[in-house]
C-alpha cells in the first residue's frame, strides 16, 4: 500500500513538470524552475525509490513517442539519466530497457538522434559496468588520481562586477566556498568504492560495514582499494565480450576484502542506501581583466605550483603583468609567425651522445640572447614564457619533448597523439553585455592559438551562460525609434529559451531569482535553500546541458572623424547600434540647424550591403539616405530561422512636402545582410555601440564596416595557401575543410529543437 502511495506521488510530480513544458506554469510562481529540483531531492532523500523514477519516466517517454510529444522527450530523458548516475542500483533488465528507447530515437531528427546516440553509448557501459557513470562523473569533477581514467573538469562562473550588485556576488562566493566545504579526495574516493560495490552487489553489499572499514582505514589503504576499483569498473565498461555477471563477482572479491571477515559473514544487511553525488569543483571569477579567461584556463591546464591553493595562487596572479606573446594582428595577416631555436641546424654541431631531455633556456641566457634597444622593458610573466608553457606539455597525454632526427636515413620518431584530457566549463553570469565580452575574449583566445598552439589541443572549452538581471526586465529605455519598447538585456537567454523548453524550465527562471535569494536576510533558511538550490541546478546544466547552440560572432571596423585616428577593429555578439552624434562647437551646432531644417533630422548615410537571399547568391546593393540611427541585430527572433545574418532596422527619415509646408516622417527601413558598409556622406560623426554595452561605445565614427568574423586558424591557412597560389582566390588545399566562420557555442540541454 505504502509502495503504491509512493508511487502515485512520484508520477504526479512528473505529469506536474510536463505540464509546465506545455506553458501551464504552476499556480505558486515561485514554484516554476524548482520541480526538477524537488523530485531528485525527493528520490535523494529515499534513494530506494530510484528505480520506481526511472521505471516512471520510461513509462512516460514510451508514450510521448506513441503520442508525437516530442518537446516531453529531451527533458524525461535528462531527468532519467541524472536518476540513474545517482542510483544506488538498477536491474539489467529496466536499464535495458533505457537502453532500447535510446536506440529508437536513432532514427528521429536532430538533436533527438544525438542525445539518443549519446546516451545509448553510456548505457551500454552502465548495463555491463553498473556504476562507470557515477565513478567518471567523479573522478573527473575531483581530478581524482587515476590511470585507467585520467580526465579532469572544472567549473568556471565568471560574473562582471559592474554588471552584478555586490550582493549577488558575495552570496554566489559563499554558495561556492560552501559547495566545497567536507569534500575531500579521500571521502570522494570512498564514495566511488561504496557507489561502485553496491550498484554491483545490490542488496547483498553490507553498507554499513562497508563505510566502517574504509573509515578505520589509513588514507594509503583508501588510494589502493579505490585503484582496485577503478579498474575493475574501467576493464569491465571497456571490454566488448565482458559480462554483467562476470564484473560483479570481480567486485565482490573486493569488497570481501575490503571487510573484515567478521564483518563480512554476521553483519546484518540494510538495504539500499544513497551515496551522495560530491558538487563539482566550482571556482567563482569576478572578470576584471580582459586576457583573465586565458589565463585561468593556462593555470588549469599547467599550475604554476601544484601546492598552491587556489586563495593563494589567485593574490599571486594579481601581481603579474598580463603582455601579448605578438601584437595583435589583422586576422593573423600580417603576424611574424617566429619559433626559438637552438638548433644550428649543422649536422656536425649535432651531438652524438644519447638524447637529453629538454631543458629550457634560463632568464639570463636568453635576456643576453635576444636585446631591444631604446624599448620599454617590462615585467616576465611567467604565463607567457615559453618554458613554462612547454613545460605544460609535460602532463599525462602529451608529447615527450625530443629533438628532431636531420641525419640522413634516419626517420622521424612520431610523437604520440595529445589527447583533451582536461575540460573546462565557462558559465557566464549575467545578461547579454558579459556574452559581449566573452565573444571578444573568445576571439582573443583564438587567435594566441593560432600564434601559438597550447590550449587546443590539451583543452576541451565548454560554454554555458545564466541569465541574471537584477533589476525587473526592460529597465533601460531605447532612444532609437526602430526599437519598440524598451531595449532587452537578455536576447539570447530568450532565444535560447524558446529553442530549448528545458532551458526556459530551469536555468531561465534563475534570472531574477538568485537576486531574491541574494536579497534574503541572512538566516539558516536562507543558506538551506541557496546552499542547495542554486549550486545544485549549476551543476545539473553543466553535466546534462551537451548540446551547443552556435552564435556568429561579427567583425566591426570603425574609422574616426580624425585621419590621423587608426581604426579599431572589434567583435560583437548581439547588437550593433548607431546614433547621431550631438555636435560640439558653436559653428557645427549652427551648421546642422540649418541642415536639419531643410533635410530634418539625422546624417545623410550611404549604405553598402550584401543582400541575403535563400538561394545564397550575393547580390550587392547600395543605397542612400537619411537617418537618425540604425539597429543591427544578431539573434534571430525566431528559433526556427535558418538563415545565420543580421537584421538591421534603420530609422530612415522622409520628407514630405504638402500643401500645409514641408514636415518630415521617421519610416523603418530592414534588411538582411551579413556585411555591411556604413559612411556619413556629411562627415558628420556618429556613435557606435557594441553589444548594449556602454563601456565599448565609439565616438566621432565616421564609417563602419561589418562582415562574420572570420575564424584565426583559417586565415592563418588561407594566408599560407595564397603563397603559393597567387592567381587562385578561391579556397584550395587544407583551407577548404577548415571552418570559416568563428562561431560561439553555448552549451543547453538540447540545443534548437524545430
Known sequence: ????????????????????????????????????????????????????????????????????????????????????????CISEELCSRVYDFC??????????????????????????????LYQRMVISEQSLKSDPYPYQEKIFIFADPELLSEAICNALVTDT???????????????????????????????????????????????HWFRQVVVAVECAGNEASADRSQHAARLEKIYCAVLSSLQAGNAPLGGLQGTPLP???????????????????????????????????????????????????????????????????????LPTAVE???????????????????????????????????????????????????????????????????????????????????????????????RRVFLTPRLNLQFYYIPVVTGQPNTLAVTDHAATGQEDLCEVAGYLGRADPWYESNINTLCHMIPKLAAMPSSPSKHLVTDLFI?????????????????????VKIFFNDPAQEPAEDVFLTELRTQVQ??????????????????????????TYRKVVVSNRAKELAMSLRATGLVMKAIPADESEDLVCLNVNITEIVRINNLSGRSFSAVANRLKTRNIKIRSTEQRPFTVCLDKDSRRAYRNVISVEVSPCLEPSYCLQKTRTMKFNLHKTEDVGLVKYMPRSLLLPINTFAGVIQ
Request: proline share 7%; charged share 25%.
Open 103 to 132: 536506440k529508437k530515437l536513432l532514427t528521429l531528427p536532430k538533436p533527438f538522434c544525438t542525445i539518443g546516440l549519446d546516451y545509448a553509448i553510456r548505457l551500454k557501459m552502465e548495463r555491463t559496468a553498473p556504476g562507470t
Open 177 to 223: 566556498k560552501a559547495a566545497q566545504v567536507s569534500q575531500s579526495p579521500r571521502a570522494c574516493m570512498c564514495y566511488v568504492i561504496i557507489h561502485a560495490m553496491q550498484a554491483a552487489l545490490g542488496e547483498g553489499c553490507d553498507v554499513s560495514g562497508l563505510k566502517a572499514s574504509l573509515q578505520d582505514m589509513p588514507t594509503s589503504d583508501v588510494e
Open 535 to 555: 549550486t545544485d541546478v549549476i551543476a545539473y546544466y553543466v553535466r546534462m546541458g551537451i548540446q551547443p547552440v552556435c552564435f556568429q560572432v561579427y567583425a
Open 582 to 607: 550631438e555636435s560640439i562647437s558653436h559653428r557645427e551646432l549652427i551648421m546642422t540647424k540649418k541642415k536639419m531644417t531643410l533635410d530634418g533630422p539625422g546624417i545623410d548615410l550611404t549604405v
Open 279 to 349: 558538487n563539482p569543483n566550482i571556482s567563482f571569477h569576478l572578470w576584471t581583466e580582459d586576457d583573465q579567461l586565458w589565463k585561468e584556463l593556462v593555470l588549469f591546464i599547467r599550475p604554476l605550483s601544484q601546492s598552491c591553493e587556489p586563495d593563494c595562487l589567485s593574490q599571486d596572479l594579481d601581481n603579474f603583468e598580463i603582455q601579448d606573446i605578438i601584437s595583435d594582428c589583422e586576422c593573423c595577416k600580417q603576424t611574424r609567425f617566429s619559433v626559438l631555436s637552438t638548433d644550428s641546424g649543422i649536422e656536425r654541431d
Open 1 to 88: 500500500m505504502e509502495s503504491t502511495a509512493v508511487e502515485s506521488d512520484i508520477l504526479r510530480r512528473v505529469r506536474t513538470l510536463l505540464r509546465e513544458l506545455d506553458g501551464h506554469h504552476p499556480a505558486c510562481q515561485c514554484d516554476r524552475g524548482m520541480l526538477r529540483w524537488t523530485l531528485h531531492k525527493k528520490i535523494d532523500q529515499n534513494p530506494s525509490n530510484s528505480s520506481v523514477l526511472v521505471r516512471i519516466l520510461v513509462k512516460e517517454l514510451e508514450r510521448a513517442e506513441r503520442g508525437d510529444f516530442r518537446h516531453y522527450i529531451i527533458p524525461l530523458l535528462h531527468t532519467l539519466m541524472y536518476t540513474l548516475i545517482k542510483a544506488p
Open 356 to 450: 637529453e631531455p629538454f631543458t629550457p633556456c634560463s632568464a639570463e641566457t636568453e635576456q643576453s640572447r635576444l636585446h631591444r634597444k631604446g624599448g620599454i622593458k617590462k615585467k616576465p610573466s611567467p604565463l607567457e614564457n615559453v618554458a613554462f608553457l612547454q613545460a605544460g606539455c609535460n602532463g599525462p597525454g602529451a608529447k615527450p619533448p625530443v629533438k628532431l632526427q636531420r641525419r640522413p636515413g634516419i626517420p622521424p620518431v612520431p610523437a604520440a597523439p595529445l589527447q583533451r584530457l582536461h575540460t573546462a566549463r565557462i558559465v557566464l553570469l549575467g545578461d547579454d553585455r558579459i556574452l559581449g565580452r566573452l565573444a571578444q575574449a573568445y576571439h582573443s583566445l583564438r587567435k594566441r592559438e593560432t
